[in-house]
């Protein structure tokens, strides 16, 4: 008897997990409460976030192994229990060491193993929709910072910041585990009904297109997408590991509104999930990606200009979009070139890209800050150079993926 699935029910299962792991990203309104409680310094704080999501690369890896062959509630289930047994007993640290095992360590690792499984989840659910439906479940992850900001905002000024990591380990963990009922793991070759792969001129056999991770590294491809990996996210990374901080030093806003400000560009992460990743189902991952390093790069120039907090709100957004973008486009870009029978590991090994930008961005801008005085700007300048570098690697990707096709036919043809 054939199992029917309802994806979409599924679909909304997700987003509402990733919705609880993305609070990770509003680290920037914890870090200044914890900094006046312990007294601890910018970068010692910053390292906290950078540690979070350094580990993504070897985490993603495991938590696509495991997906691969124990499907998508296994990884929910034991990385849903991590998430909020880390965020819970955070709230008992008194030393950077404790915050690092139990926010970075133990709730990271836990938030990446439960993303790893939903990222390949999706993908194998939604061959037809790919980019607007990873773009969709990427999107709860990027907006647990919007819901999370201001909640974490309240309850810091009202209970302290301590006892309010207890309470969002004690929620998160109750949500994840429920939503884990209703999630399901696509079955292998799964498609939609009355739904058929598009045929194109070009088009590779799916078993061609099918390889492993070791398959995947000898393709340059891969290099060159990497690259661009840790481009576009780094720009993002180093603005939501401060943005409350920028927010407060540099254009005087208060706690209250400089997480409001965190939550607006959490907003953007999201809308920029769904929208690069349906824009790029219509104009392809590249030229999306183009679009995207264009509207980084402005960004970022007017952050360095900016005079007030529009300026800030209007880059927070603009760099936020183009941050949600990637997440959306590169697990699409995986599977496309390398196929969704390994997607969970090989896009874990993709990861690297993005554990790499997580301890450049954050840990640059700390530093910049501390030796000038909580001014971010020479730290948005670097950012900014980088995605124009990331714009013209873009069209040499385009230009590889292109001779790569070409070969494939021809091989097949032969």
């Given at each position: 008897?054939?199992?029917?699935?309802?994806?979409?029910?599924?679909?909304?299962?997700?987003?509402?997990?990733?919705?609880?792991?993305?609070?990770?990203?509003?680290?920037?309104?914890?870090?200044?409460?914890?900094?006046?409680?312990?007294?601890?310094?910018?970068?010692?704080?910053?390292?906290?976030?950078?540690?979070?999501?350094?580990?993504?690369?070897?985490?993603?890896?495991?938590?696509?192994?495991?997906?691969?062959?124990?499907?998508?509630?296994?990884?929910?289930?034991?990385?849903?229990?991590?998430?909020?047994?880390?965020?819970?007993?955070?709230?008992?640290?008194?030393?950077?060491?404790?915050?690092?095992?139990?926010?970075?360590?133990?709730?990271?690792?836990?938030?990446?193993?439960?993303?790893?499984?939903?990222?390949?989840?999706?993908?194998?659910?939604?061959?037809?929709?790919?980019?607007?439906?990873?773009?969709?479940?990427?999107?709860?992850?990027?907006?647990?910072?919007?819901?999370?900001?201001?909640?974490?905002?309240?309850?810091?000024?009202?209970?302290?910041?301590?006892?309010?990591?207890?309470?969002?380990?004690?929620?998160?963990?109750?949500?994840?585990?429920?939503?884990?009922?209703?999630?399901?793991?696509?079955?292998?070759?799964?498609?939609?009904?009355?739904?058929?792969?598009?045929?194109?001129?070009?088009?590779?056999?799916?078993?061609?297109?099918?390889?492993?991770?070791?398959?995947?590294?000898?393709?340059?491809?891969?290099?060159?997408?990497?690259?661009?990996?840790?481009?576009?996210?780094?720009?993002?990374?180093?603005?939501?590991?401060?943005?409350?901080?920028?927010?407060?030093?540099?254009?005087?806003?208060?706690?209250?509104?400089?997480?409001?400000?965190?939550?607006?560009?959490?907003?953007?992460?999201?809308?920029?999930?769904?929208?690069?990743?349906?824009?790029?189902?219509?104009?392809?991952?590249?030229?999306?990606?183009?679009?995207?390093?264009?509207?980084?790069?402005?960004?970022?120039?007017?952050?360095?200009?900016?005079?007030?907090?529009?300026?800030?709100?209007?880059?927070?957004?603009?760099?936020?979009?183009?941050?949600?973008?990637?997440?959306?486009?590169?697990?699409?870009?995986?599977?496309?070139?390398?196929?969704?029978?390994?997607?969970g590991v090989n896009y874990g090994i993709t990861f690297v890209a993005f554990g790499v930008a997580a301890?450049?961005?954050?840990?640059?801008?700390?530093?910049?800050?501390?030796?000038?005085?909580?001014?971010?700007?020479?730290?948005?300048?670097?950012?900014?150079?980088?995605?124009?570098?990331?714009?013209?690697?873009?069209?040499?990707?385009?230009?590889?993926?292109?001779?790569?096709?070409?070969?494939?036919?021809?091989?097949?043809?032969?």
């Open positions: 008897m054939e199992t029917k699935y309802n994806r979409w029910l599924i679909l909304g299962a997700t987003i509402i997990v990733n919705v609880c792991i993305g609070s990770q990203y509003a680290w920037s309104v914890f870090a200044m409460p914890l900094g006046n409680l312990f007294g601890w310094s910018g970068p010692v704080l910053a390292l906290a976030f950078t540690l979070t999501f350094i580990t993504g690369p070897i985490v993603m890896t495991a938590g696509g192994m495991l997906q691969d062959h124990k499907g998508a509630k296994f990884n929910i289930v034991i990385g849903g229990i991590l998430f909020g047994v880390g965020m819970f007993f955070t709230g008992f640290i008194s030393s950077p060491e404790m915050l690092y095992f139990t926010f970075s360590l133990i709730a990271g690792v836990g938030g990446g193993i439960v993303y790893a499984g939903n990222v390949a989840n999706t993908n194998k659910f939604f061959p037809d929709k790919r980019g607007l439906a990873v773009g969709l479940a990427a999107a709860g992850y990027g907006s647990g910072a919007m819901i999370a900001a201001p909640i974490a905002s309240f309850l810091i000024m009202n209970n302290g910041v301590l006892d309010t990591f207890k309470i969002f380990g004690a929620v998160f963990l109750v949500v994840i585990l429920v939503c884990s009922l209703i999630i399901k793991a696509a079955p292998t070759g799964y498609r939609p009904e009355g739904w058929q792969p598009p045929v194109a001129a070009n088009a590779v056999s799916p078993a061609l297109i099918d390889k492993n991770w070791r398959q995947m590294l000898q393709d340059p491809r891969w290099y060159v997408m990497a690259c661009m990996f840790a481009i576009a996210a780094l720009s993002g990374l180093m603005i939501l590991a401060h943005a409350s901080s920028i927010g407060q030093t540099m254009f005087k806003l208060s706690p209250q509104i400089a997480a409001f400000y965190v939550s607006l560009i959490a907003v953007f992460n999201m809308a920029g999930r769904i929208i690069f990743g349906f824009v790029s189902d219509k104009i392809g991952r590249p030229n999306t990606l183009a679009i995207m390093f264009t509207i980084s790069a402005c960004m970022l120039f007017l952050l360095t200009n900016a005079a007030s907090y529009v300026g800030f709100a209007a880059a927070g957004a603009g760099i936020g979009a183009c941050f949600g973008g990637a997440q959306a486009i590169f697990p699409s870009l995986v599977a496309e070139n390398y196929g969704t029978k390994n997607v301890y450049y961005g954050p840990m640059i801008a700390a530093n910049v800050a501390k030796a000038n005085n909580g001014i971010y700007t020479q730290a948005f300048w670097f950012a900014m150079v980088l995605n124009v570098i990331g714009l013209v690697i873009t069209f040499g990707y385009k230009m590889l993926d292109k001779r790569s096709k070409l070969l494939s036919t021809n091989h097949i043809a032969r």
